[in-house]
């Protein structure tokens, strides 16, 4: 993750939100209190999205069953 002082990413504010959007990885952006991190709007919400649906009781089960399972196999089950 790239990482930027504050007073940096103030001054190169619009190319830093390209930077993001366009390559989907997140910028530290680090002050003399705290920090964040800079994160495109589509990211935001997938990581949102996981969460959600990893909050539902026996989705990620079911998720980890979906992935162990063989595309031919999931052809034959009777939907």
């Known amino acids: 993750m790239?990482?930027?002082n504050v007073t940096k990413a103030r001054a190169d504010l619009y190319n830093l939100l390209l930077e993001t959007s366009e390559s989907h990885e997140p910028i530290q952006i680090t002050g003399k209190?705290?920090?964040a991190v800079l994160l495109a709007e589509d990211d935001w919400r997938a990581v949102q999205e996981t969460l959600y649906l990893?909050?539902?009781p026996g989705m990620?089960?079911?998720i980890i069953d979906g992935l162990?399972?063989?595309v031919?196999?999931?052809e034959e089950l009777d939907w």
Do not use: A, V
């Open 68 to 70: 162990n399972t063989d």
């Open 60 to 62: 990620r089960e079911s």
């Open 2 to 4: 790239k990482t930027i």
């Open 54 to 56: 990893i909050s539902i």
């Open 33 to 35: 209190k705290t920090n």
């Open 72 to 74: 031919k196999e999931s």
